[in-house]
């Protein structure tokens, strides 16, 4: 499987101000994901970042408040902008990998706002 | 209704025992299906997956699918506390494509 890392692993924020949390993978794929965790809660997906075209957000997500970007099939970025406590969640970065493109998890970010 | 459902437990099983986790889908389109283990502040980790009627068996995981019944299930057997942990099942319309989580079964497995 592919071997996952992001940054931060965790962050501490204030209301208000943006936060961008990087994703890098080990080998080229074609499928990365998004998820965010709420506390206690499972994954909700928020978009599937595609390599050169625009990100595809679930409902309830918007590009404005979660930028992506994904510049190459190793590496993608999530911003969470004007951030506020509603955000404080563990934000989780996924890849299809393998022969039968199953999905693995980055050991994701730890964001809390203030 | 949600689209994966999952009772949320905690499900206690003894030492030894097996550990039977339920997971129903709504959406008949769903081809395959997966189970993840998250440990307490980890990210999850892959048990197994499946997209054929039937049982699928690794080591001491055995998954269990129904599409006309639209049911998955995970047995552990022989359950140690390192089994301890929330277990998420998750569907998946086509290869390679998003997941849709269920909401986690807590599983306590106690010596």
Known sequence: SAVISQKPSRD???????????????????????????PGQSLTLIATA??????????????????ISRPNLTFSTLTVSNMSPE?????????????EDTQYFGPGTRLTVL | QKEVEQNSGPLSVPEGAIASLNCTYSDRGSQSFFWYRQYSGKSPELIMFIYSNGDKE??????????????VSLLIRDSQPSDSATYLCA?????????????????????
């Open chain 1, 12 to 38: 501490i924020c204030q209301r208000g101000t943006s936060l961008t949390i990087q994703c890098q993978v080990d080998s080229q794929v074609t499928m990365m994901f998004w998820y965010r965790q709420q």
């Open chain 1, 50 to 67: 595609n390599q050169g075209s625009e990100a595809t957000y679930e409902s309830g997500f918007v590009i404005d408040k979660f930028p």
């Open chain 1, 87 to 99: 955000d404080s969640s563990i934000y989780l970065c996924s890849v299809s990998s393998g022969s």
């Open chain 2, 58 to 71: 690794d080591g001491r995981f055995t998954a269990q699918l129904n599409k006309a019944s639209q049911y």
């Open chain 2, 91 to 111: 569907a998946q319309k086509a290869a390679g494509n998003k997941l849709t989580f269920g909401g986690g079964t807590r599983v306590l497995v106690k010596p």
